[in-house]
């Protein structure tokens, strides 16, 4: 940072997020890093517990998340091959030899 960013209240480059006083390049420590993981165990709780009630609530999409997969697997295995057979083949002969 130059001196002219560093000024109080200057908001810190690409939108990261410092703490007062921390200098370039450091990292939450201590209560601070304890708070932001607590914040993201709550929004995974919660977004499990989003996820739960939608399944409660529809139960087609446990056919879609588990099923649909295991159908698509089978037909795509079987149903498709990479084996080259009765593929029409043409030869174009630009300089007729006496090969040819």
């Known amino acids: 940072m ?7 209240g200057a908001a810190p480059a690409a939108g990261g997020v410092r703490r007062a006083g921390a200098k370039e390049g450091e990292h939450r420590t201590g209560a601070e890093g304890d708070v932001r993981r607590a914040g993201s165990a709550m929004r995974l709780r919660g977004l499990v517990r ?3 009630l939608q399944v409660v609530r529809d ?8 099923l649909m ?3 698509l697997l089978l ?26």
């Open 69 to 71: 997969p295991v159908l």
């Open 59 to 66: 139960p087609s999409s446990i056919a879609i998340a588990f």
């Open 75 to 100: 037909l795509f295995g079987y149903g498709l091959s990479l084996d080259v057979r009765q593929v029409p083949l043409a030869l174009v002969i630009e300089e007729p030899g006496p090969e040819t």
């Open 2 to 8: 130059s001196g002219s960013d560093a000024k109080a």
């Open 50 to 52: 989003k996820e739960f």
